[in-house]
């Protein structure tokens, strides 16, 4: 604007012919990057002016990050794999600022990779945990007495296995990294794709075995709950594949009971912190299994929705999506479910084009799905990308874990980027922040705003991610109506403290 | 089409409604697809009978390929660095066709880095070579008697050193390994993209040091046409930064030498090689230069221009981007400029969103730019799609660059995919062949068509990208008119060799 006055000005005083032109051309280039930076996703927010004060301290340093790097691309973190720079982020004044955002919701979150490896390593404290350790294979067991799951080497009761170890940091250490994918050896996460993925699931799996634990689970949710609380997140959508609890003498629950034990751990958890708003749960099941066992699962998330209807959120299939099967081999029993349940599809998590995994982008679309996990393939089918606008159907973008899962290095390529710079409808989530040692949402929030998006966006990008994250969610409207009211007064004291604390 | 009756005839037996829901959702599946279809690059061509039986055998090997690695991605070549299976290409039955397709115009190439490194040795066993060899790297001097310019070490003749080793093949190597990026060593290509650029500079210094001898450049160059020409190139827009000639006596050339040179040695091709169409000069400047330098090119550029109108293409500035200059620098002579000559603008070749780098795309459009060279940040810039898009710019994509410069490492995300889709004006070219050992121009055919568009993607993307070499170069009408003709019955010979050698 003040580049336009002066110009104006030049303009005004200057006969010659030269400046006339070069008001011309500065006024058509400024009219495009405007044009741009309006349709960009928060483009039309206005900020008070208490937020454009905040918003300047925030974007030098964001500028001094980047400016930083620009000439010196070795160490722009955001080139390189996640795991390469995660202990560095800490020390970024932009990360410290985006730890105090409050955040509203996180949308897209697979509920057994929720919590750190380090409380997951509390939980191995427990009594009665016994450990069958072989070939770098891991699995765990409460019981009485020594599980009767089989074990090719035997069941140990870990307990006595860390009693009678010298070394209990080594110890624990080892064990903690059965919790995670992080590693700081490179080998460990530049495989091909379906390397990783194994590495993932073998995680997912030991963690799994961990928290099939009724006791083990109630506490591993009510601390990803307050893992996630820390993090300002106030509401969490929560996808489930309702696996099967038990007790120490061996008793197994049912399919519904995970769900009212989460119901009943969040109650908890709301009454020990009031202003948390709460959860609901998207119901998922494995992708590459068969139609009966989809159905199964379709007809208890029937189930939850009469019992729960203030839990339960919809439907999804999950699992890595190129070995998966397609939504279009479900279609029969997806076009039934769909008059009695919302759907919150994967799709397009893959980055093959032309595929029955990108594919999967169209009949997520046409059965309805109120948002579309990932999205990643989404850039490249124009036409679904029209009809993902104008049917308001929400992008979930989780950009560590699709550089963590082999799909992005260098995130300055994720689809991201364009999405934001359109104006797509788009929330940030964390997919499973557990399994990669992030933050449940802020990592996501620093990478996307440093890492991926254009330089120049700021706190008003920031700001409609996360009311964007309230809007797309499957609260009512009262229900969004109360959470934005809170989110303004939190807001509010948030950008209080960027000028307090870091002005 | 074959579905749709299918359904149809469901339709009309069937009183039942779920066939007749199915019937719907079938049919706006179909639809979206079908727009998608008919939107891409060559989506609304028509190919002959002959064509769709050349087109059946491609996409039969095209589908063996992907189809082979979809669950198995260890081995899909695509998501590697393209030096890990540089040398597994030419096993492609894809591959070999596409070695065989006529291909038009290369129209992003930049001279000195034209030729294989295998010519390049040749060029040294001329007469009268000297090598200065110190700390890794190669200085190179034509000289009746041992060069005057500097060396930290020694001048040598060449093929003194050449008659005294004991391993020539071995020596030769050494030699060769100073033309060529290429190593199958990960950790030479891996580092990050300043280093690469170092690599590459440091190449092309090399390779500039052994054509700066008149006689040598004259063989290069015929070479260089011979080797696009063996690739079915016929016609070439040459970048071209005028480099100085000398002779054996030490006689130095003024820059005007080189672009009649130039001509001189085209003229000669085209009496050998009678349907060589010949070559065009997009006269460059290194975009980290002063803007004293930039004019002088300028008026260099204006007098070849004069006299040589036919040779003459237009302007570009080039270099790494990130590190040079932004064309905004250099406004007000470009702006005069334009009155005389077209430009040939580099423009977003850079992963950067919101800098000088990536905004150099604004100042590429609005200065005329016939084409843009990489646009590979253009994908960030909605206003500025719909800008290059409505005046018709074509963007020049270099796809192998782009993977060895650093920008990109699995090609499936590379924004040409998405160009490709939406069916953008688009020419697919090398830049810098010689100097990673791709083919002139099939490397780079074999990897968009294969690797980034979609698996669907047919005869008719390959035969637009042809035609769009002919139609977005800076030919007149009357020569854009004999060399579609030409191609015409290139085209259809290659369609009957397709049939015959691989059917």
């Known amino acids: 604007m003040y580049n336009v006055i002066i110009l104006s000005v030049l303009f005004l005083f200057s006969a010659h012919n030269v400046w006339a032109k070069m008001f011309d051309y500065n006024m058509e280039r400024a009219n495009l990057l405007a044009e741009e930076s309006d349709l960009q996703v928060g483009g039309n927010l206005r900020l008070t002016d208490e937020e454009n004060r905040a918003n300047e301290i925030l974007m030098h340093y964001k500028n001094e990050e980047v400016d930083e790097s620009f000439h010196n691309p070795k160490h722009f973190n955001f080139s390189r794999h996640y795991f390469a720079y995660k202990n560095d982020i800490g020390n970024s004044k932009v990360y410290q600022i985006i730890r105090r955002m409050p955040k509203g919701a996180a949308l897209h979150v697979h509920s057994s ?18 450990v069958c350790s072989a070939d770098d294979n891991l699995k765990l067991h409460f019981s009485y007495s020594v599980p009767q799951r ?24 080892k064990l903690k990294s059965h919790f995670t994918m992080y590693s700081d050896d490179e080998k460990d996460y530049t495989g091909d794709i379906n390397y990783v993925w194994k ?7 030991t963690i799994n075995d961990l928290i099939a634990y009724r006791p083990a689970r109630e506490k591993f949710f009510y601390e990803a709950l307050r893992e996630f609380y820390n993090d300002k997140v106030m509401y969490i959508e929560v996808r489930s594949g309702l696996k099967i609890l038990y007790e120490l003498n061996g008793t197994e629950y049912d399919r519904m009971y995970l769900p009212r034990l989460y119901h009943r751990v969040a109650k908890r958890f709301k009454e020990d912190y ?12 494995y992708r590459a299994t068969g139609i009966n066992q989809v159905l199964d699962t379709i007809n208890i998330a029937r189930r939850i929705k009469e019992e729960l209807p203030d839990v339960f959120a919809g439907f999804d299939l999950v699992g890595q999506e ?7 081999d479900f279609l029969p029993i997806l076009s039934e479910a769909k008059k009695d349940m919302n759907f919150y599809f994967h799709g397009g998590e893959t980055n093959w084009f032309g595929t029955v995994s990108d594919e999967n982008l169209v009949d997520a679309i046409l059965l309805g799905s109120k ?15 029209a009809a993902v606008r104008n049917r308001d159907i929400a992008i979930e973008v989780n950009v560590v874990s699709n550089v963590v899962l082999s799909l992005v290095c260098d995130v300055r ?25 992030a933050d449940p ?11 991926v998006a254009s330089k120049k966006a700021d706190l008003r990008m920031l700001k409609q991610l996360v009311i964007n994250s309230i809007r797309y969610s499957a609260l009512d409207n009262k229900g969004k109506f109360d959470m934005i009211r809170q989110l303004h007064r939190q807001w509010n004291a948030f950008v209080r403290d960027i000028i307090r604390i870091f002005g």
Chains 1, 2 share one sequence.
Not at 373 to 382: E, M, Q, T
């Open 113 to 130: 990779l929720m919590l750190s490896a380090d409380r997951l390593l509390e939980l191995t404290y427990e009594d009665h945990l016994y």
């Open 150 to 173: 089989p074990c090719p080497f035997k069941w140990q009761l870990l307990s006595e296995l860390r009693n009678s170890t010298e070394n209990l940091q080594a110890f624990d250490d």
């Open 199 to 205: 590495r993932f699931n073998k995680v997912a799996e």
């Open 274 to 285: 009031p202003d948390f708003i709460g959860i609901k749960l998207i119901v998922s099941k």
């Open 322 to 328: 190129d070995l998966g099967k397609p939504l279009l």
């Open 371 to 385: 948002r579309i996990g990932h999205g990643y393939a989404l850039i490249k089918h124009p036409s679904l990308m």
């Open 413 to 437: 390529n994720h689809p991201l980027a364009t999405y934001l710079a359109l104006g797509m409808p788009l929330v940030l989530s964390s997919d499973d922040p557990g399994a990669w040692g």
């Open 441 to 451: 949402l802020s990592t996501d929030y620093y990478i996307a705003f440093v890492g």
